[in-house]
């Protein structure tokens, strides 16, 4: 079975870190390219970062950028969102995902649809 198993989440303080780690299992994981999305409550689900199936290419949105680190290792099967930094408006369920295709535009990855394979999301609470 396709399994994405999201951990890492918790509390943090303002301005702390935390490390997101996405282990993957039943299929060939160094052939997708993988992402990092989260939902706020109340909101739609966010597209954070994005990194190709040999890790070569990344991209973050406005949301990640200068503070958030993708990263994967594929002799472990695994993606990894560092998150420095932290505000309160990190707060949210956060997300692995999965993409076989190639798409022309790395903005494609932004958006969940095209996205294979979920994991089921690690909470993370940024307070004071």
């Known amino acids: 079975d396709v399994q994405l198993q999201a951990s890492g989440g918790g509390l943090a303080q303002i301005g702390g870190s935390l490390r997101l780690s996405c282990a993957a299992s039943g299929f060939t994981f160094d052939d997708y390219h993988a992402g990092w999305f989260r939902q706020a409550p109340g909101k739609e689900r966010e597209g954070l970062s994005f990194?190709?199936?040999?890790?070569?290419?990344?991209f973050y949105t406005n949301s990640a950028k200068g503070r958030f680190t993708i990263s994967r290792d594929n002799a472990k099967n695994t993606v990894y969102l560092q998150m420095n930094s932290l505000k309160p408006e990190d707060t949210a369920v956060y997300s692995c995902?999965?993409?076989?295709?190639?798409?022309?535009?790395?903005?494609?990855?932004?958006?969940?649809?095209?996205?294979?394979?979920w994991g089921q999301g690690t909470k993370v609470t940024v307070s004071s």
């Open positions: 990194i190709d199936n040999s890790g070569g290419v990344t």
């Open positions: 995902a999965t993409a076989r295709q190639r798409y022309k535009y790395i903005y494609y990855y932004t958006r969940s649809a095209n996205y294979d394979y």
